[in-house]
């Protein structure tokens, strides 16, 4: 754990512990208490206090793709590492087909629904994934032989169209949510890459909150175990929902990395003086 976070466990315990016997919050059950503070580090840690990790993971050769972490939410960053410890981000193509097909009861690929079996009996057929490219297809490079001008020579090779292409990254991808991986496109033979993602922490087995956001937590417990109670009067609820949003209004700030000095940084970085003559 951090030195900069509190077990949940013992915020749990500290809520509890200053609950009065006339308090709103004071019938509810453990379980609930817990229910809700993990609902709430989720809310506000995907909102001001993000859990990001790194992960080196492995590439699967077959079918080019890298299976997502357990934890996984949202990426951020997929690349390679040099030999300076500098990642090289691969770039985001929509385009990396990542199609499958019906099958039958027998694992044969379909392309229709008629025969599809349906293992689960869920109301949704069974698929396989089908990558392969579809009938009567050309690759991206025979596209481009109506454009190439190559009757000339130049310093004893033959001329080819210059500016074909574009963009000098390590690598491509696409998020594959359905399949939970992310298809990757190389042209080197990388056998590893990190990934750079936002984590639920709610998953953890032990999970933790920011210092900062740790009376943002309990005021949220606190609103949501009163929220739907009849008998909390109304002014109750808009006090309790007040304090929490000006409590997670407080930890935002207090979580914000941007300074002065790095604004500062950020406007010189591109300035440079003029050459004296």
Do not use: C, W
């Not at 995907?46 to 949202?74: A, G, R």
């Not at 009996?121 to 025979?142: H, N």
């Not at 949501?224 to 000006?246: G, M």
């Amino acid at each position: 754990m951090a030195r900069n976070t509190v077990p949940l466990s013992q915020v749990i315990k500290d809520f509890i512990i200053t609950l009065d016997g006339d308090d709103y919050a004071s019938n509810a059950s453990d379980s609930a208490i817990r229910n809700l503070a993990l609902r709430g580090i989720r809310e506000i840690g995907f909102d001001i206090s993000k859990k990001i990790k790194s992960l080196k993971l492995l590439i699967n050769t077959t079918n080019n793709t890298v299976e997502l972490p357990d934890d996984f939410v949202d990426l951020l960053k997929i690349g390679i590492v040099d030999p300076d410890g500098i990642v090289r981000v691969f770039g985001n193509n929509k385009h990396i087909n990542q199609s499958m097909s019906y099958k039958d009861e027998n694992d044969v690929a379909l392309f229709t629904s008629v025969g599809a079996n349906d293992e689960n009996a869920d109301g949704v057929l069974d698929r396989l994934e089908d990558k392969t490219s579809t009938q009567g297809s050309v690759s991206s490079s025979e596209n481009l032989n109506d454009f190439i001008f190559d009757n000339y020579l130049h310093e004893g090779s033959v001329g080819r169209l210059y500016g074909a292409g574009g963009g000098h990254l390590a690598g491509e991808y696409r998020l594959n949510l359905e399949q939970n991986r992310i298809e990757v496109e190389t042209n080197n033979a990388y056998t590893h890459v990190v990934v750079e993602y936002i984590a639920d922490e709610a998953r953890s087995a032990s999970p933790d909150v920011h210092v900062y956001a740790e009376e943002a937590l309990r005021s949220y417990m606190y609103y949501k175990i009163i929220e739907r109670k009849s008998s909390v009067p109304a002014n109750e609820k808009s006090r309790a929902r007040a304090e929490y949003y000006n409590e997670r209004r407080k930890a935002n700030a207090r979580l914000s990395n941007f300074t002065k000095e790095e604004a500062l940084k950020t406007i010189r970085k591109n300035f440079h003086q003029a050459p004296k003559y």
